[in-house]
């Protein structure tokens, strides 16, 4: 049996400019961390007193005998890529899905290191990143970008670079400790209890997509003052706070579904109770939204968002890792 703990991500500024149609002509960085929120894939060989040959548990359960007839696209797609027969696969989750945090990318990428180590092989942080890329975007065909699936796999406050060749280089953000314990501090994430499909905001989106150049090569410029801000102590931390005010108003132009009459109405909110910015996480559309608050504020703030779930959390470091791992022999069926 083999459990993998992989975590959600938070993305700062930059998004928009991991979508390959963006990048490989103008070049694309993303400034994001990962957070203590996680998904568990729990995968062993399933015994073979069943008549079918695989079970999977998710948000439903499938048994099958036939890798061909499993419904969930992912699923059906890692176990062809990789191989696998006669499994029981089991996800779960500390937050819901298709709430703007990257989850079916941690997903891919915690059952692609799952199936992995069932196979007794080793996976490396920038393989499952590769792997759960060609997953979702060649395989599954599901438009998106290319940060989730690498934040979940490397873990940690990074700075993800997506280059016009095609390839990526993830560099760690450089922050005294006790600046980064007030970064976290000073961020207040609610969720909105809006939920929808990224790919499908990604769609939506690409409508009118020429016109939203200038806006994502604007919103590409603010990672590099957005890294300023984070790696010089002597910067103001909240300077961070207004530009992520500015990137989210530069987001809110680059597509029809990123938000909505509800979610700018909750935005003002905060931002009138005190918030010095923030901005809805994810393609858009719903999920879950971070404010960065001035601890005099939060009372405020908090007071203001009471009709919404708080949810508290600290960053970490880690990036997708086998939790539990117990080897089992396993022999094919015979054909």
Partial sequence: MIITKTPFRMS???GGTDMESFFREFGGSVLS???????????????RFFEYSTELSYSKTERVTNTDDIQHPAIRNAMKLLDMYEIRLTYEADLPAR???GTSSSFAVGMLNAFYALKGKYADKKKLADEAIYLEREMCQEAGGWQDQIAAAFGGMNRIDFNKDGTYDVTPIIIHPDRKKQLNDNLLMFFTGFTRFSSDMQKANQAGYDEKINQLKQMYALVDDAEAILEDKHSDLDEFGRLLDKTWRLKRQTGGAITTNSIDSLYEKGIAAGALGGK???AGGGGFIVFYVQPEKKEAVLNAMSDLMYVPFRFEEG??????????????KEE
């Fill in 99 to 101: 709430s703007g945090l």
């Fill in 33 to 47: 961390t990962t957070f203590d929120k996680y998904c568990y894939v729990n995968v062993r060989h399933l015994p």
């Fill in 12 to 14: 700062f500024f930059g």
């Fill in 280 to 282: 809805l996480l994810g």
């Fill in 319 to 332: 990036g997708t890792r086998v939790i539990h791992y117990s080897p089992e022999t396993f022999d094919p």
